[in-house]
């Protein structure tokens, strides 16, 4: 039998450590999954309207300048497509009761309404209602608690709105 030298199993052990960190990544590239990199838009500039302090046209406008080559513009006049933020709400509405009658649960929803036009007014998305829902559990012993997890699940749902947005302003072409 023959054996081998501490150079050869560090080596072995080398090889070994790397095919079981890159099994991973392989697994992930063979399902179709790939990081979310820049989006195209067919405009290269956009004019947000909305209330400047919503957190919806907040995000948005980071979103856009983050992952987009389109710049944000000072007024309509000077874009070649307008988002309007109609509408944007947040509600939570309560979904299950204890024996006791208090809350146990709750669906809240964040809905915004939108349309994307030209300067000119050429429609180019009608007036839109997107919404995402998420359920809260509840308990007044932990009110503050459940008061932060209720405002990170609306800032994911947020999020989450944004991105289907963002794949909504893609799909657009401006002549």
């Given at each position: ?11 072995r ?23 979310r ?58 979904q ?6 208090t809350?146990?649960?709750?669906q ?49 749902m ?18």
């Amino acid at each position: 039998m023959q054996r081998r030298g501490p150079a050869f199993l560090a080596t072995r052990r080398a090889v070994l450590r790397g095919l079981v960190a890159a099994a991973p990544a392989l697994g992930l590239g063979a399902c179709g999954f790939q990081l979310r990199g820049s989006t195209n838009l067919s405009f290269s500039t956009l004019f947000v309207a909305g209330a400047a302090t919503s957190g919806f046209v907040i995000a948005l406008k980071r979103q856009i300048a983050t992952t987009t080559s389109t710049r944000i513009a000072p007024d309509a006049k000077s874009a070649q497509a307008v988002f309007t933020l109609l509408a944007e709400s947040q509600t939570q509405t309560p979904q299950a009761y204890n024996a006791d009658g208090t809350v146990a649960q709750y669906q809240l929803r964040y809905t915004v309404r939108f349309e994307l036009t030209t300067p000119q007014g050429r429609v180019l998305i009608a007036p839109t209602e997107l919404t995402q829902t998420s359920n809260l559990s509840y308990s007044s012993s932990a009110s503050l608690a459940k008061a932060n997890e209720s405002d990170l699940l609306y800032r994911g749902m947020r999020e989450e709105l944004i991105n289907r947005l963002m794949y909504q302003l893609a799909a657009v072409k401006v002549n």
